[in-house]
């Protein structure tokens, strides 16, 4: 059996945790939650890619999408201090963070 010589490509570094950015776990993958939905954006005339996001773990993102409509998004609760303070927002943290990352965590 023929042996494969050793890797020249240089090793690697390990990939950094990603942190959601409202519950503040380590997950294996974050996704991106505009803070003002891309429509209203669009219909106060900003560019989409100029509107403020930030990273959120899949559950945390579903949770804001399934509690907030997007003009409530856009009024009152487009900045991460306004959706922290939001007691189901604050309550739902609460409980994610005792979830493994790895779990798959259904939301309503």
């Known amino acids: 059996m023929a042996r494969h010589k050793p890797s020249t490509w240089p090793e690697m570094a390990p990939k950094p945790p990603e942190i959601c ?6 997950v294996p993958a974050l996704t991106e939650h505009h803070l003002v939905p891309r ?24 949770y ?3 509690t907030f409509s997007n003009h409530e998004l856009e009024g009152d609760y487009s900045s991460l201090d306004a959706l922290r303070e939001h007691e ?18 259904k939301v309503r």
Not at 88 to 105: D, E, I, L, S
């Open 21 to 26: 950015a409202l519950c503040s776990r380590e």
């Open 39 to 62: 429509s209203q954006g669009r219909r106060r005339g900003m560019k989409v890619a100029e509107l403020p996001t930030v990273m959120l773990c899949p559950p945390c993102h579903k």
């Open 88 to 105: 189901g927002v604050r309550k739902f943290v609460a409980w994610v963070r005792k979830q493994p990352a790895t779990k798959g965590v």
């Open 64 to 66: 804001v999408h399934t």
